[in-house]
């Protein structure tokens, strides 16, 4: 899933009826999440559904140039809607919960993925 420099809007998913909070990628984790993104494998088999109530995981807006672009992160899954990636470390999911700011990673600590 190769990108173009720029930046991400992350927003967790975790709120039904109210504003998910978001933050932005730029810089060293800009970069740590290309690489990461290059390094995940294709997956073979189809995204699960994470419907429910909950944490149901991160959606990354890509800021560019071109046409938007958006990624659903859900622990080894990594998807567009088109094609679906494989992280088998959680390398992805973590650097995102990493990058959260502090208030919030406390607000949602009990349904964050450990």
């Given at each position: 899933m190769?990108?173009?420099p720029g930046s991400a809007e992350v927003v967790a998913d975790v709120y039904s009826?109210?504003?998910n909070p978001s933050w932005q990628l730029s810089g060293a984790d800009f970069t740590a999440l290309l690489r990461l993104l290059d390094l995940a494998e294709e997956?073979?088999?189809a995204s699960e559904d994470v419907g429910g109530?909950?944490?149901r995981g991160f959606e990354v807006k890509f800021v560019t140039a071109?046409?938007?672009r958006r990624l659903y992160v859900n622990g080894q899954?990594?998807?567009d809607g088109a094609r679906r990636l494989f992280d088998r470390s959680r390398s992805i999911e973590q650097l995102l919960v990493a990058t959260m700011p502090a208030n919030v990673r406390r607000d949602l600590a009990d349904v964050l993925p450990r």
């Open positions: 190769q990108q173009t009826g109210r504003p997956a073979n088999t109530l909950g944490f071109g046409a938007p899954s990594v998807s």
